[in-house]
């Protein structure tokens, strides 16, 4: 905090510390050669990395003048708005009522940003990249410790007796005390790079590419590469599970004992569980090394995986989806899988028997009845699932299940959890239409709880408090297969909630909150807290203490309020000129965070039990979004067109001719508005997005039949199969009436 209050006397005047650190870090060799000739950045970090480096002492200073501008940028980055941030990027666009806050005065110009991204990507990609060959050449100069090995992959070990005894017997080392070791560099630069992605993906301002580095890999094998190196690190985990469980139960058998040791043979058990911990998170660091060592890309897609290009991406999720189906269902395909099971349940132990993923959903029920059948499948869901759709006279609905109910089923259940219901909604929406969990869930249900005179904390309480959070839970495993199966939704959510979807890889949630992130959940909330963080008077006359006001309602009911206090005793402290940035802090943290932390925590849960987070954390919160619904961009008529499957009497023959119809149809959707062919693609898809990759990924693909010759019919649809039922029209004034009419009504829709 004081670098980032202090000035620094120049002969241009006084300038903020990260200005003046800025100013000469950028005029340093080092800069500027990672600038210039990216191929120098292995051979400059295994000099500062190598304990028995040469290295001059300028080249000292220069490293330590990086990382100490790197600390105090990444501080402030942490700590200023998009406001603060932007005023120094467009400073004729953002401008400052009053006099220069501290924060926009460190603020850097957009070339500075854009220098120091490339700077900064350089630096992570080798870090990541090239980690084995760069530990490599260190340990041909020097032997290499397991402590460094340990402060490398993070595992903890590490003592400060075990640093000083080893920098004592090399002499050499102690004109490094300062050198970061590789894994404290690059957790540096990867937290700087990062924070400038995310700054540029919630508001882009660099160039559309600047963060791709597709010039570092072979792109045409990228995918089947990663796959392999999938593959190869799975072979690695799965052979080291079984002794890691062990020592694992060893250890927590151990842990049971921390703490309270009274005896001599407690101490002893105690020193046997540490030695057993150490020697697991050696074997642990020595895994995890190989597994960097043989998937060098996998490690880039890990911690900087906006560097490769989104379709490709995509490709990647797509092969790790079918790759996790083929090794569950051993080879088979959907329908191979559904007999098997079907005729031998206990084939693969632990299975779920084919009946259990059979269900009977009741139209206007849907939500319900799937929640009902199929909660329990858990992980299993991933399997394919077999759907009769029911009248209110439980008559069963024609149709065999090939994909397309599964999709109509699945769709129907999102479109019925996301929008209004009666009782407590599972998700609410901002002013865009955005949605996100509803934060004040469980305060309504405790609120109709206490109405309905059930003890709080009782089992019943218990049980209806769990109810709700699986149907969360339920919620995210049905928007997980969707994902999982390929199948587009029409649903938005909002940008806060999605970044918490790729918050953690290994399952952690580790979504903070912040400013930011607010104008997605409440821009007027938003904008107050941006007037409190800018006011140039006294703070203290707004009479705002810490503490924060719930508002909880439930339909033909009064508002609620639920006053919490935002820090213990908040009620009693004031907000000051002095506090407000803290205050604001804990209000960001509230309403993101710990509000909907019940909510959001069991959505995830169900959600990560079928796309695992290192695949979601490829993803920006944009891309995440595109891969739910679908492309936003131009509807492309002709991509649609060459991949639209004809049957009936539309169907090409020997000729390859089209049906003077067909001709008609593609002949309207070429003159209809953009607006108009997502309605039409909305009509007979439910969605109005295309697939990411293109129409050929759309599953099953665009079809029309013929629908009779009827004039005056109107189009229909079966939107379970992509099926558009186009009437046999004369004219193309004719069809585009009908086609238009039939898409804003709605009418004609069936379920064949």
């Known amino acids: 905090m004081r670098l980032f209050l202090g000035d620094v006397s120049t002969g241009l005047g006084s300038l903020p510390t990260i200005q003046f650190l800025w100013q000469a870090m950028s005029q340093t060799t080092i800069y500027k050669q990672i600038l210039q000739n990216s191929a120098s950045v292995q051979v400059l970090l295994r000099d500062y990395l190598s304990k028995s480096s040469k290295s001059s002492d300028s080249h000292e200073q220069e490293w330590r003048l990086v990382l ?33 806050s501290r924060l ?51 595992s903890g070990n590490s003592t400060a007796k075990t640093s000083k005894e080893a920098r004592s017997q090399d002499p050499r080392a102690n004109a490094a005390d300062t050198r970061l070791d590789l894994g404290s560099l690059r957790s540096i ?22 963060w791709l580095m ?38 927590n058998m151990g842990g049971l004992h921390s703490g309270i040791i009274h005896t001599v043979a407690g101490q002893r058990v105690s020193r046997h569980a540490q030695i057993e911990k150490l020697r697991a998170q050696q074997r642990k660091a020595q895994r995890d090394r190989l ?44 329908d191979q899988w559904r007999m098997t099971m079907l005729h031998n349940p206990l084939r693969s132990p632990g299975r779920s028997p084919a009946g259990r993923h059979h269900g009977k959903i009741r139209r206007g029920q849907v939500f319900k009845d799937a929640f009902e059948q199929f909660y329990e499948l858990g992980e299993g869901l991933k399997e394919p699932i077999q759907i009769q759709f029911v009248d209110q006279f439980d008559t069963v609905e024609a149709g065999i299940d090939g994909g397309g109910v599964t999709k109509e089923f699945l769709t129907s259940v999102t479109t019925e959890a996301f929008g209004p219901r009666d009782g407590i909604s599972l998700f609410t929406a901002n002013s865009k239409g955005l949605l996100y969990p509803n934060p004040t869930a469980m305060d309504e249900l405790r609120q109709v709880l206490k109405r309905a005179g059930v003890p709080e904390r009782s089992a019943d309480w218990q049980d209806q408090v769990q109810s709700l959070l699986r149907q969360f839970e339920f919620l995210g495993r049905i928007v997980g297969k969707c994902m999982y199966e390929g199948i587009l939704v029409d649903i938005a959510f909002a940008g806060f909630f999605l970044l918490k979807w790729i918050s953690g890889q290994t399952g952690e949630n580790s979504y903070r909150g912040n ?49 919490r206090n935002l820090i213990p005793n908040g009620e009693n402290v004031t907000v000051t000129n002095d506090n407000r940035l803290l205050y604001i802090s804990y209000v960001a943290r509230h309403r993101l965070v710990a509000q909907p932390a019940q909510q959001t925590a069991a959505f995830l849960r169900g959600l990560r039990s079928i796309i ?39 169907e090409i023959g020997d000729d390859g001719l089209e049906h003077p119809t067909v001709q008609l149809f593609w002949k309207v959707m070429t003159s209809f508005s953009d607006r108009e062919r997502r309605d039409v693609l909305k009509y007979v898809t439910s969605t109005p997005r295309a697939p990411l990759l293109g ?58």
Request: hydrophobic fraction near 35%; glycine fraction near 6%; proline fraction near 4%.
């Open 695 to 752: 129409f050929s990924q759309l599953s099953p693909r665009f079809s029309i039949r013929d629908g009779g010759e009827d004039q005056e019919r109107l189009p229909s649809t079966s939107t379970c199969v992509n099926l558009l039922k186009l009437p046999r029209y004369k004219n193309q004034e004719t069809l585009r009436q009908k086609l238009l009419y039939a898409v804003s009504s709605g009418a004609g829709f069936d379920l064949s």
């Open 515 to 563: 400013v930011n992130d607010l104008r997605d959940l409440d821009e007027e909330l938003y904008q107050g807290m941006l007037r409190l963080k800018n006011h140039h008077g006294n703070v203290a006359d707004w009479a705002l203490d810490f503490t924060l006001n719930d508002q909880v309602s439930l339909p033909g009911e009064p508002v609620r309020t639920v006053t």
């Open 104 to 154: 926009r005065a460190c603020g850097l110009s957009l070339s500075e940003v854009k220098n120091l991204t490339i700077v900064l990507k350089h630096l992570a990609f080798t870090l990541h990249y090239n980690a084995a060959d760069i530990l490599q050449g260190i340990q041909h100069s020097e032997p290499i410790s397991m402590t460094q090995l340990e402060s490398y992959f993070g």
């Open 291 to 334: 597994l960097a060592v043989i998937g060098p890309k996998l490690e880039i897609l890990r911690h900087m995986p906006f560097v490769i290009p989104f379709d490709t991406r995509v490709q990647i999720f797509r092969q790790f989806v079918y790759l996790d189906k083929h090794k569950r269902r051993e080879g088979m395909d959907a």
């Open 189 to 210: 630069v990867t937290t700087a790079l990062r924070l400038l992605y995310e700054r540029d993906s919630r508001r882009p301002f660099l160039p559309r590419d600047h």
């Open 214 to 251: 597709t010039s570092k890999f072979d792109m045409e094998g990228f995918v089947s590469a990663v796959v392999a190196e999938q593959e190869r690190q799975n072979e690695v985990s799965d052979s080291s599970d079984d002794e890691d469980g062990e020592v694992d139960e060893d250890t």
């Open 612 to 650: 695992a987070p290192a695949w979601l954390s490829m993803f920006n919160q944009n891309e995440l979004q595109r891969l739910v619904g679908g492309d936003s961009s131009e509807i492309d008529i002709e991509d649609l067109r060459q991949n639209t499957v004809y049957s009936g009497l539309y």
């Open 68 to 100: 100490l501008f790197l600390e105090l940028y990444i501080f402030i980055l942490r700590l200023s708005d998009d406001e603060d941030f932007f005023s120094g990027i467009f400073p004729d666009i953002i401008k400052s009522e009053g006099p220069t």
